[in-house]
């Protein structure tokens, strides 16, 4: 004790900082470390889901399942044919919703996916067919399939086709169709239903050409590489694009189409630098879905938003959603938009954060703060941050500037109710008026009250 006090004092402090303040008046050196009881009324609840026997190896074990996937590309194929939709079925981004609930952006990809079905020919009429019901909604998540932003998908919309080749397990995404006034983003003008028919009659059909001619494509592995040159798969995947597209090229110059076909169908590809994001997120999803319905496991195995409710689903609380509002992104505006004009958070791309991408893989992605708000401090602060609420470190997705260490991956429950930190998500907005498109790109968090209910609903099925 006497030799503790001849040196000098050094202290680490936590909670409130009255004594840290104090000490440092008094020239003592503070280490502060960041610390906040669990969220509110979670005691009971907590104390019995970290006692529960199976916890520990269920989350092993859905680690394990998730970090084996191998995602590959292996055909492009019309949503009718590869999700059995009918002429008046249409699928969306998010949990469950109808038409009376849902947001401006998500009722503006509605009305245009009925106008490109040719189920009305002005899509102000749309309203009356889903408020009658004769047309069904149901989301994406629900058919194996996820869709950007909105992610309405339409039996004559062109569908990627993703397998893990060890178990034959398949997941599907729509076409990503470019920024701007784009259909995902609510859009329905005469040039997005235009561009979703040149998509139909020549972009899918090229695709699935080159595709079937090259054989698989390996899309975990070039994440891998896009992770290591800047990209994090959610809003930059300008590296993955063009690799994708180097995979592709020989193969869709042989395709044997009109050379204008070709030409216009490389030249849409290689201009959009989110072209690849709607390979990454089924490949996120085919990981994931993996690690569902494992009893015991509080890894969350999706994120996902309708404009309106932000919904998670965890494994050992099978397909059951937990939802609260949707946030409002906070970042970068497009133009003269502004913060009125910026719908609340949309689309299943935080399927990516959930896997381990975005915004938990910002520190790989310095380049993309300009593009969302922030500084590069933050980028590194954001991933440093994920790994106190995450369950591993991706054994194939490594952050250079963090000497190569893995991006945190498995969202867990438990970690997230405790520390009060929330999933850092990095996306786009979309306008709250339907058909006005896109307005910017920020960050968002989920609700905070939806982690605890799904808490209470794994503490109720404690062993």
């Not at 610390?35 to 009971?44: G, I, S, V």
């Not at 998509?199 to 975990?220: C, E, F, K, N, Y």
């Not at 058909?435 to 968002?444: D, E």
Request: aromatic fraction near 6%; charge should be negative.
């Amino acid at each position: 004790m006497t030799e503790l006090l001849r040196r000098d004092p050094q202290l680490i402090t936590a909670g409130v900082d009255l004594f840290a303040d104090a000490a440092q008046s008094q020239a003592a050196r503070v280490t502060r470390v960041d610390w906040a009881p669990p969220m509110a009324a979670t005691t009971d609840d907590l104390d019995a889901v970290l006692a529960d026997a199976r916890r520990v190896e269920a989350n092993a074990l859905a680690v394990q399942r998730m970090l084996a996937v191998r995602a590959m590309v292996v055909d492009v194929v019309p949503a009718a044919e590869a999700l059995g939709l009918g002429p008046h079925d249409l699928l969306h981004a998010g949990p469950p919703i109808d038409w009376e609930r849902a947001s401006g952006p998500m009722r503006g990809a509605l009305m245009g996916a009925a106008l490109f079905e040719n189920l009305v020919t002005d899509p102000e009429d749309a309203a009356g067919l889903l408020q009658r019901g004769e047309i069904t909604l149901d989301p994406c998540h629900h058919h194996d399939a996820v869709g950007p932003m909105a992610g309405v998908v339409s039996a004559s919309m062109w569908v990627f086709v993703i397998e893990d080749p060890a178990t034959g397990r398949r997941t599907y995404c729509s076409l990503n169709e470019g920024l701007g006034k784009v259909l995902r983003y609510g859009a329905y003008s005469e040039e997005v239903i235009t561009r979703l028919r040149w998509m139909s009659a020549v972009l899918g059909p090229v695709l699935q050409t080159a595709i079937r001619a090259h054989g698989p494509i390996d899309v975990t592995s070039i994440l891998a590489q896009m992770v290591q040159m800047g990209d994090e798969a959610h809003n930059r995947n300008r590296a993955g694009t063009l690799m994708l597209l180097r995979e592709l090229m020989p193969a869709i110059i042989e395709s044997g189409f009109p050379s204008a076909d070709l030409a216009e169908a490389a030249r849409f590809v290689a201009g959009n630098d989110h072209f690849f994001l709607n390979l990454a997120m089924p490949a996120c999803k085919l990981a994931l879905d993996a690690a569902r319905d494992i009893p015991g496991s509080t890894m969350v195995v999706a994120m996902a938003r309708n404009g309106t409710d932000f919904g998670i689903q965890v494994s050992g609380t099978g397909d059951q959603w937990f939802t609260g509002p949707a946030q409002v992104p906070e970042g970068l505006f497009l133009g003269d938009y502004g913060p009125e004009d910026a719908n609340p958070d949309i689309g299943d791309s935080a399927i990516t954060e959930t896997a381990g991408l975005g915004g938990f893989a910002m520190a790989a992605a310095p380049a993309i703060v300009r593009f969302v708000g922030g500084t590069v401090s933050d980028a590194l602060a954001n991933t440093r941050r994920m790994y106190e609420i995450t369950l591993a470190e991706h054994n194939m997705y490594s952050v250079p500037v963090l000497d190569f260490r893995g991006t945190p991956a498995g969202i867990d429950v438990t970690k997230v109710v405790r520390t009060g930190i929330l999933p850092q998500i990095n996306t786009g907005m979309a306008g709250k008026v339907a058909g006005t498109g896109q307005v910017g790109a920020g960050l968002v968090t989920p609700p905070a009250e939806i982690f605890p209910a799904a808490l209470a609903e794994l503490a109720r099925r404690t062993a």
